[in-house]
């Protein structure tokens, strides 16, 4: 495997499930990212690990739990969700949390229903 | 607060045309620029990072430019072709304050029609 992958690639949940999204980097890098992307609206940065520590949360609500166990994994656990979080997940990574190039993967297509 | 502006939103051509995508940005004091594509229900593959030093750089059939001054960057893309067909993300990173966060437009949707 190269790159960033992310796994599941589509998932539907109901709002009183739990589950998680995964995201490996391949790439040796430090600093790793969740954005959510939305129809008709840019892209959110949600949660930045830099060196496995949470460096930024933006007033993401608590339905949604990040957990970095180490520099190449990066975990969105999700529960209670509601049908607006639906959207496209993706996680990046970079050399660092500098200002470095950022590596997307691939996406999870999340729906809510 | 810094904003970024794509336009157009969407564009149709017919293959081979040369074509040249925009973006604008309120603050001049940015650290870099980032065109991304980004294929349907996929997610995005960095086409070219411009430093705020630079002016223009190229890849391939690609060609970014920068005015700083004037907020506004270009993707050019010469002879189009079908493949070509995608979302173009334009991603301002700022020179102060928290530079890790980057500041993204809403994306032109390309098609490149046969």
């Known amino acids: 495997e190269t790159g960033v992958t992310q796994t599941p690639r589509h998932l539907v949940m109901g709002m009183t499930n739990k589950k998680s999204l995964k995201c490996e980097q391949h790439?040796?890098?430090?600093?790793m990212y969740w954005y959510k992307q939305s129809a008709k609206k840019p892209l959110e940065l949600m949660f930045v690990y830099n060196f496995k520590e949470q460096t930024e949360n933006n007033s993401v609500p608590s339905r949604f739990s990040p957990e970095c166990p180490n520099s190449s994994h990066l975990f969105l656990h999700l529960h209670t969700l509601q049908p607006e979080d639906s959207a496209l997940y993706l996680c990046?990574?970079?050399?660092?949390?500098?200002?470095?190039?950022?590596?997307f993967g691939p996406g999870t297509r999340l729906t809510v229903t | 607060k810094q904003e970024v502006t794509q336009i157009p939103a969407a564009l149709s051509v017919p293959e081979g045309e040369n074509l040249v995508l925009n973006c604008s940005f309120t603050?001049?004091?940015?650290?870099?620029l980032q065109w991304f594509r980004q294929d349907p229900g996929k997610g995005l593959t960095s086409l070219l990072l411009i430093q705020s030093s630079q002016r223009e750089q190229t890849s391939g059939r690609l060609n970014a430019s920068l005015d700083k001054s004037s907020g506004r960057s270009t993707l050019y893309i010469a002879a189009s072709q079908p493949g070509d067909s995608a979302t173009y993300l334009c991603a301002v990173r700022p020179h102060t304050g928290n530079n890790r966060k980057l500041i993204w437009g809403l994306g032109t949707s390309l098609a490149v029609n046969p």
């Open positions: 990046a990574s970079s050399q660092d949390g500098g200002p470095y190039e950022q590596y």
């Open positions: 790439l040796g890098h430090n600093a």
């Open positions: 603050d001049s004091a940015i650290y870099n």
